[in-house]
């Protein structure tokens, strides 16, 4: 049978990506690795500037960094700057105390000697501080157990705090050394016909050309969303924050955790981000529920040790219907964005670059409409997802009784994580009925959402009488990770250890 009469685009051989956040170089320089034929500009305005935030990251973000793009670790802890984050420490839910959201698989267990998973011997329990391995780590303030040569030993559980300023400066290093152009422009118009764009005008006169747009223009999603008119998918409706006061302070003897601290504020939640020097917090808030002055006033009393100014950054929470349209691909907060919580953009940033890049070098550059269809179809899949899981976080924190939160527990609606809570809520954490009932191949996994419904101590009908034996063997296992936590190495140790020795192998 002869194969269907098709055209074939044109191939891909110029990209311009406009824009030279995070998103743009990132994925200028996973276009350059994986496509070396490519010619890559990043085009940005001196003018406009970077957004400045997004400083806590995931597990995927690391992967993408050194399984996929395979980059020199030692050259990106020497420029970039990151601390570890072992996963997220929750101020939040129904608890008396605070849990930890490890990135390592610790709800999503059943220990030897036990007859259920481990989120039933967390009922009623105050304390999950030290259900396993990496909660312990958190807990005590240490990252990596310590190797007989005295060097951290790193484990994969990880994620890393990035000051978004060094993060942005090394990946420019980093997309220079691999042969990105850079060009200094600010776009004021954006000449189009069918194929999408046909030109970006730049300010100075200029006209800039390619076969392929990448749109890292930000929140102002200069082609995606102004020049192509692809509509905007807001999640408003689920999620109801769009503000957040940033501010900080200046680390003294406060120790480096190893997590983001998540804490219930009373129109939303603040952040706190560990940088090495710096201690970076943000209130994320909701704009319907509380001005920007009461917002600040409550962010400032909350954290006596800010001082400095303060600043608020508006964000819309959802994501564009299509982000491959025509010749232009739209990545980072120009292509969308659901809110801070979990900390996912920078995850997703390298999740869209890798699955561009992985298109572009499957097609031979041709990309066709059925492979635009497929990667928008993943693309909204990934970001639905997310706006799910979040809203898991909103509809069940019962820890401050204002209207926000009020309104919160009576309308976040869960979408696709609904599932999953019908059958906690009726079974108790349960493993493999419930790795069915997530959404596959999300952001989170079962470990994210046994995290949150037993760590927010969501009530369920799931009963298991613990026996002598097995709270033996609980009480001991925890003992165990608390001990082993404490002997483990501090964030500044570990820094310190790979600063002199390089990070090990
Ligand atoms: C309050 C808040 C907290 C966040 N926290 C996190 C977090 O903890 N973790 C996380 O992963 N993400 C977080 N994010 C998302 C974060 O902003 C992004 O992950 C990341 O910074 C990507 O930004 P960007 O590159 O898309 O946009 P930007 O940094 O805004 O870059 C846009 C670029 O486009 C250029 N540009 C725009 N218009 C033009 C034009 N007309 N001509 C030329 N150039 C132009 C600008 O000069 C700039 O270079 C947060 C976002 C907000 C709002």
């Known amino acids: 049978m002869n194969a269907p009469r098709i055209e074939q685009p044109r191939p891909v051989r110029k990209v311009?990506?406009?824009g030279g956040g995070s998103a743009g170089l990132l994925a200028a320089l996973t276009l350059?690795?994986?496509l070396p034929h490519l010619e890559v500009t990043v085009l940005r305005s001196p003018g406009i500037g970077i957004i400045g935030v997004g400083e806590g990251t995931a597990i995927g973000f690391v992967t993408h960094l050194f399984d996929y793009l395979k980059i020199d670790p030692n050259a990106f802890y020497?420029?970039?700057e990151p601390t570890w984050k072992l996963g997220l420490r929750f101020i939040w839910g129904r608890r008396t105390q605070p849990f930890y959201y490890s990135f390592g698989q610790e709800f999503a267990s059943q220990w030897k000697g036990m007859a259920r998973p481990v989120g039933f011997y967390c009922d009623g329990q105050p304390s999950l501080a030290n259900i396993g391995p990496f909660s312990a780590l958190m807990d005590a303030d240490r990252v990596f157990a310590q190797r007989p040569d005295s060097q951290p030993n790193i484990h994969r559980y990880y994620s890393y705090h990035l000051e978004n300023r060094k993060l942005v400066g090394w990946l420019e290093s980093a997309c220079r050394a691999e042969g990105v152009g850079f060009m200094e422009a600010t776009i004021t118009e954006v000449a189009t016909d069918e194929q999408g764009v046909k030109a970006l005008h730049a300010e100075d006169g200029r006209k800039i050309k390619a076969d392929l747009y990448v749109d890292a223009s930000g929140f102002r999603s200069e082609l995606l969303g102004k020049a192509l008119g692809v509509p905007f998918v807001s999640y408003s409706d689920a999620l109801y924050c769009d503000r957040a006061v940033v501010g900080g302070w200046e680390r003294t003897d406060e120790p480096v955790h190893p997590y983001t601290t998540c804490e219930t504020m009373d129109a939303g939640w603040c952040w706190q981000i560990e940088h090495e020097t710096k201690i970076n917090r943000g209130y994320v808030f909701s704009s319907g529920f509380m001005s920007d002055e009461q917002a600040e006033a409550e962010f400032r009393a909350a954290n006596p040790k800010i001082t400095g100014e303060t600043r608020v950054?508006?964000?819309?929470?959802?994501?564009?219907?299509?982000?491959?349209?025509?010749?232009?691909?739209?990545?980072?907060?120009?292509?969308?964005?659901?809110?801070p919580l979990e900390a996912t953009a920078l995850q997703l940033i390298g999740l869209e670059a890798r699955t561009i890049a992985d298109v572009l070098a499957d097609s031979a550059g041709r990309v066709t409409p059925s492979l635009k269809k497929q990667f928008n179809r993943f693309n909204a899949t990934n970001w639905d997802d997310i706006r799910d899981f979040l809203a898991?976080?909103?509809?069940?924190?019962?820890?401050?009784?204002?209207?926000?939160?009020?309104h919160c527990r009576s309308n976040s609606p869960l979408g696709r994580a609904a599932e999953a809570v019908e059958l906690y809520q009726e079974n108790g954490p349960v493993l493999s009925a419930m790795e069915a009932a997530i959404p596959p191949d999300g952001q989170f996994g079962l470990q994210g959402y046994l995290a949150l419904l037993v760590g927010m101590g969501v009530p369920h009908a799931g009963q298991h009488r613990v026996t002598p034996d097995e709270r033996k063997v609980w009480e001991q296992g925890q003992d165990h990770y608390r001990q082993a936590a404490q002997a483990g190495m501090t964030v500044v140790e570990s820094l310190n250890a790979i600063r002199e020795h390089g990070v090990p192998a």
Do not use: C, M, P
């Not at 950054?313 to 964005?337: C, D, M, T």
């Not at 909103?394 to 009020?406: A, H, K, S």
């Open 32 to 34: 350059r690795r994986r």
């Open 392 to 406: 898991l976080h909103y509809r069940f924190n019962e820890l401050r009784d204002t209207e926000f939160w009020r």
């Open 313 to 339: 950054v508006r964000f819309r929470s959802g994501r564009f219907e299509r982000i491959w349209e025509k010749n232009v691909v739209g990545i980072g907060n120009a292509s969308g964005f659901v809110e």
């Open 78 to 80: 020497r420029e970039a």
């Open 16 to 18: 311009v990506v406009l």
